[in-house]
C-alpha cells in the first residue's frame, strides 16, 4: 500500500494511491491526564475549551515539525483509516514538503513518516503538487507561476519543464494572520479573542464584503468577564494588506530571478492561487492591482495538493519508474486552463484592499 500525505499546519490530508478519496482532518492533538492521544476532529473541538492538565498541540508550524510525538500521532490516526489490518504489514508513504524546508527539517518529515510505520519515506515538493492538483500544464516548456496559500507557509514559485524554475518561501500564511487579529483586539480593545474566533471573523470579512462591522465573543480583560465586541473591518483590513505586501514581493522577486521567455508566460496566463489561503476574497484583487498580472483560484484549493500527489503517483505507478512530470499524462493543455481555473475577479470587481 503506497500512501501519500499533505500534513499541514491546520489540515491534514491522507490519501492511498490508486484510489480516489482521501480523508481531510484537523491536524491537532491533545494529551488528557491519562496519558490518552486524542486526534483530529475531537482534539480541534477541544481548543480553547479544555480544562487544566490537557494538553493541545498543533504538530506542525511553518511547515516545520514542532512536536515530533503529536506528528506521528496525528499521522497514525489517518493512516489507521484506510488500513484494514491495524498491525497488517507497513506502507510506502509520500510526504508533500515545502520548498524553502532544509535538509534538516525534511528529515524530521521523513522520521515522522518512519515512526509512523512507514516502510519507505519520500518527500514531495508541496508548491509542485499543488499545480499538479490545479491542473496547470506545468510539463510543456512555458512558464506557470503557482501562488500557495497555506496555513503556515506561503510559497511561490514558476514551473516549466516538470521542474521549479525559482521559488520563493515564506513561513507565514493563514494561521499567522489569525494570531496577529487576537493579538490587535486585545491591544487595541483590551479584549481577549481566540484563534478559532480570529479564523471565523478573517472569513466573515472575506464573505461579507459589504458589512463595516463584525460580533465577536470573548472576555473582557479590564473586567474579567464575558464580553461581545464589535471589530471594524479596517482591523482585519489592515493585517491582511501587511500580508499582502510581504506576499507581492516575494512574487516580484520570484518573476525577477526567472527567465524572460517564462515571464512572458506568466503575463499570458496569469498568477494561479491554491491552498486554504485562496479563499481569501481580497487576494486576487490585491495581486492584480501590484502586479497588473491577471489572477485565479484554482477550483477547490485547499485540497489541490493532495489531488496532485494521488494523480502524480497514479501516473508514476502506470507509466513505469522512468515516468517524468514533463510526461505527466493528465496535466492539460493550456487551452484547458480557462475551464479548470475561475476567476474571481469577476466575482470581487469592487472588492479593495
Do not use: W
Not at 486585545?186 to 463584525?214: D, H, N, P, W
Amino acid at each position: 500500500m503506497h500512501i501519500v500525505a499533505d500534513i499541514g499546519t491546520s489540515t491534514m490530508r491522507v490519501g492511498v494511491i490508486g484510489r480516489k478519496e482521501y480523508i481531510s482532518e484537523p491536524n491537532v492533538v491533545a494529551r488528557m491526564p491519562s496519558g490518552e492521544m486524542v486526534v483530529g476532529r475531537e482534539a480541534f473541538d477541544i481548543i480553547g475549551r479544555s480544562p487544566a492538565g490537557v494538553d493541545v498541540f498543533f504538530p506542525i508550524e511553518g511547515g516545520v515539525i514542532r512536536n515530533l510525538d503529536a506528528a506521528v500521532a496525528s499521522l497514525q490516526h489517518s493512516v489507521a483509516q484506510f488500513k484494514q489490518n491495524r498491525f497488517g504489514a507497513k506502507f510506502e508513504l509520500t510526504i508533500a514538503a515545502p520548498s524553502g524546508l532544509t535538509g534538516v527539517e525534511k528529515r524530521a518529515l521523513e522520521e515522522t513518516g518512519y515512526l509512523a510505520g512507514a516502510k519507505k519515506v519520500e518527500t514531495f515538493e508541496s508548491v509542485v503538487a499543488a499545480a499538479i492538483g490545479t491542473g496547470l500544464p506545468i510539463g510543456e516548456p512555458s512558464g506557470c507561476l503557482l501562488v500557495n496559500l497555506g496555513a503556515g507557509v506561503t510559497e511561490v514559485a514558476v514551473l516549466s519543464m516538470g521542474g521549479i524554475v525559482e521559488s520563493r518561501f515564506l513561513r507565514s500564511g493563514g494561521r499567522s494572520l489569525d494570531k496577529n487579529i487576537v493579538e490587535s483586539v486585545r491591544k487595541e480593545y483590551g479584549f481577549a479573542i481566540g484563534m478559532r474566533s480570529a479564523e471565523v471573523l478573517k472569513q466573515s470579512c472575506a464573505t461579507e464584503r459589504e458589512q463595516s462591522e463584525f460580533e465577536v465573543r470573548g472576555r473582557n480583560l479590564l473586567s474579567g468577564l464575558p464580553g461581545t465586541l464589535k471589530v471594524p473591518r479596517k482591523l482585519v483590513d489592515d493585517i491582511l494588506e501587511t500580508y499582502y505586501q510581504a506576499l507581492i514581493e516575494l512574487i516580484v522577486h520570484t518573476i525577477e530571478q526567472s527567465p524572460p521567455e517564462l515571464a512572458g508566460d506568466i503575463m499570458d496566463r496569469g498568477i494561479v492561487l491554491a491552498g486554504g489561503g485562496a479563499h481569501e476574497g481580497s487576494a486576487v484583487p490585491a495581486l492584480m492591482a501590484a502586479t497588473a498580472v491577471p489572477a485565479f483560484v484554482a477550483d477547490n484549493p485547499d485540497t489541490a495538493t493532495i489531488r496532485g500527489l494521488l494523480q502524480y503517483q497514479d501516473s508514476v505507478r502506470g507509466a513505469g519508474v522512468g515516468n517524468r512530470i514533463g510526461r505527466f499524462p493528465s496535466l492539460g493543455k493550456v487551452t484547458d486552463l480557462p475551464t479548470k481555473l475561475k476567476s474571481v475577479s469577476n466575482l470581487f470587481q469592487s472588492d479593495r484592499v
